[in-house]
């Protein structure tokens, strides 16, 4: 019973696991990227599970894969050889440039990153830790001390050795500097230099170099910068053009890693293309990835080169589930779907479809500061009105979280103060899904705008 299950959230169940909606889903079905509620209401799913179920919800091809799998079997461990994991590994390899030759397997995003400052700090001998304001990373304890969301927000203590810098946010700047834009919609921008000369990312750019300065007279002890391309949690958070170019240089030559966390912008999620770190004309040295990867089923890797990967010769790392024939079962049917049709380029199209349709809501509408985004990577920011972006009041933004709900969509949630709508859904929607979800928002701001 719905009640029944209310009660175990409240009293057996972690206090961090809030409910979403003040009257929540029930969900017990799905279909690519169709929900279901145990009354038989359908839903459309924009938020695919916070950003997880990439080719879609059930999807046939991925389900007769698993099935296949579990009647033949479930695990070994990493202990033993078995087929799929030689196959899925070249797979997933030939998604990368060519530098990258070793992957680790994990279960979860946190773990991946993890493992990924581990190695960084290994390999470099090197400590220090160089992550973004307003970043999510994981919940491990180690990889807590660089999500700087809410860390930042209750200045909660973030670890030994991490450096947060500041989040150089085009919409907002981190104190209210004025910034440029560089993306497909430039209806706000706000300072007077042409499309893509913004020299902002320059200068953020030397708050990086700033830290690498005062850890490191000479040649650094930065272990590794840690990015998102577009910050997931954060609330679609874009850097100016050139930031993280320049970051990215100035790490790697004073002898950092560049860990590029693509555990939400990945798989072709940006549209433009397969991993969000290509659209910086960045070359980590190191990419995780998370969520996307299974399509739901929990499984995670660690993408590097032969040279970094090495430094584990000389050190433990095991892990029981990472990359069992399950997780490698779907993985790879995974990456036969967002090939076989297309969801990458479906992402580029429905995605500047939706930005533009989005857009057009913002002109409407006092309350919405900003739409921004890249692909199906899409983030809707709330505000009191359009020139002071102050954050719309929390009420009234989960009136429109509430009302969107009612009247059949789901978005997710999030930024510092939770006033930004995120959007990011099954890569394969299409257009007439996001008319449907474009109507819906504005009636729901529309409401809520009275
Ligand atoms: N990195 C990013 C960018 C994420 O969005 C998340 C999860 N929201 C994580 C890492 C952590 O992944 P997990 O919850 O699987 O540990």
Redesign the pocket.
């Given at each position: 019973k719905y009640e029944d299950v209310v009660q175990t959230r409240r009293e057996n169940l972690s206090k961090g696991n809030f409910p979403y909606y003040k009257e929540n889903v029930m969900i017990h079905q799905g279909h690519k990227q169709w929900l279901w509620d145990t009354n038989g209401k359908r839903y459309l799913d924009l938020f695919a599970g916070?950003?997880?179920v990439s080719v879609g919800h059930c999807h046939p091809k991925v389900n007769a894969a698993l099935e296949e799998q579990i009647k033949k079997l479930w695990h070994t461990t990493t202990i033993y050889h078995y087929p799929g994991i030689h196959e899925y590994t070249h797979k997933l390899l030939k998604k990368f440039p060519s530098k990258f030759g070793v992957v680790l397997y994990t279960?979860?995003?946190?773990?991946?990153?993890d493992l990924a400052m581990y190695i960084s700090r290994l390999y470099t001998g090197k400590f220090d830790i160089i992550s973004l304001r307003n970043?999510?990373?994981?919940?491990?304890p180690y990889?807590m001390g660089i999500?700087n969301l809410s860390t930042w927000k209750y200045n909660v203590p973030t670890g030994f050795g991490i450096h947060p810098t500041m989040n150089p946010d085009i919409f907002k700047g981190p104190w209210g500097g004025k910034q440029c834009r560089d993306s497909p919609i430039q209806a706000l921008r706000d300072c007077s230099c042409e499309p893509g000369e913004c020299q902002a990312g320059d200068n953020y750019s030397n708050q990086v170099q700033d830290i690498l300065l005062y850890c490191a007279p000479k040649g650094g002890k930065v272990a590794a910068m840690i990015v998102?391309s577009i910050?997931?949690?954060g609330g679609a958070v874009q850097y100016p053009k050139n930031f993280l170019k320049n970051s990215a240089k100035m790490v790697q030559s004073a002898g950092g890693l560049v860990i590029s966390?693509?555990?939400?912008?990945g798989f072709g999620r940006t549209g433009s293309n397969y991993w969000g770190f290509e659209n910086h004309e960045i070359l980590p040295d190191i990419v995780?990835m998370?969520?996307g990867i299974g399509n739901g089923f929990?499984m995670?890797a660690v993408v590097t080169t032969k040279e970094i990967a090495d430094v584990l010769g000389q050190a433990a790392y095991f892990n029981t589930f990472g990359g069992n024939p399950m997780a490698c079962a779907v993985g790879s049917a995974v990456l036969d779907v967002i090939d076989e049709e297309k969801l990458q380029e479906n992402c580029q199209v429905v995605g500047t479809y939706f930005l533009n349709e989005l857009a057009k809501l913002r002109d409407e509408f006092e309350i919405i500061g900003d739409v921004r985004g890249k692909g199906l990577m899409i983030g809707l920011e709330l505000v009191e009105d359009k020139k002071s972006k102050k954050p719309l009041n929390l009420d009234r933004v989960l009136n429109i979280f509430e009302t969107s709900k009612n009247m059949g969509i789901l978005v997710g949630r999030g930024g510092l103060y939770g006033n930004v709508f995120r959007i990011k859904p099954p890569m394969c929607i299409t257009k007439e899904d996001v008319d449907f979800g474009v109507y819906v928002l504005r009636e729901a701001i529309h409401k809520e705008s009275k």
């Open positions: 916070i950003v997880t279960n979860s995003g946190s773990e991946a990153n970043g999510y990373h994981g919940m491990s990889t999500t998102e910050q997931g949690v966390d693509e555990v939400q912008t995780t998370a969520k929990p995670a």
